[in-house]
């Protein structure tokens, strides 16, 4: 899952206002930002497999330290603790650990049966990648549904408020687009495919940017 990950973070902002929107969306992305660190280390393996489901071409061969759901488990108390240490938010520190724990979630519905309970483990996928309609409705609808639970309570300050969230908007549904019709080409490494996929850290960034020019509707 893609968006669907934004839209975790972009609907947790209602119900912990405190939290930066960078911070929210870098929970439920986390264990896709951990990944390409893990692939440059040589820790795990994906690989280019066409037809490996109709939405994505990549095989996820090894991914037991950034995607089974344990160490997501782990990531999660860690990430929350953290966060509780500096800010003393609880509600903050919740949304954080359970948007990690939704990433694992989010991906067992999508991914086929590719998803690790534990490193070495059984591994669990529901598929919903083999369909890239059924993919596109279910992320679409929860991508809009997230923009309109943060839109109606984070207004914008500002014209960076306003015109950086849409452009971040944007920016996704043309990444997602592209991701649909421009997959990986066949032959790219795991090393390969982990450099680029470090791009995604540009995103939790850029949600805390556009957070700063918004401020919470007082009801």
Known sequence: MFIGHYAVGFASKRAAPQTSLGTLI???MLLDLIWPIFLLAGWEQVRVDPGNTAFT??????YPWSHSLVTACGWAALFALVYWARRRYRAGALLIGLGVISHWVLDALT????MPL???GPRLGLGLWNSIAGTMIV??????AALWLYATAIRPRDRTGRYAFRAFVLAALLMYGIN?????????????????????WI???????????????MV
């Open 26 to 28: 870098g929970a439920a």
């Open 57 to 62: 071409p990549l095989d996820f061969v090894s």
């Open 111 to 114: 991914h086929r049966p590719d």
């Open 118 to 120: 534990y490193p070495g």
């Open 139 to 144: 992320e679409g609808l929860m991508f809009a």
């Open 180 to 200: 649909i019709v421009n997959p990986p080409p066949l032959g790219m490494s795991s090393r390969q495919i982990g450099l680029f996929s470090l791009v995604a």
């Open 203 to 217: 995103i939790p960034f850029w949600a805390a940017w556009i957070d700063r020019h918004r401020t919470r509707v």
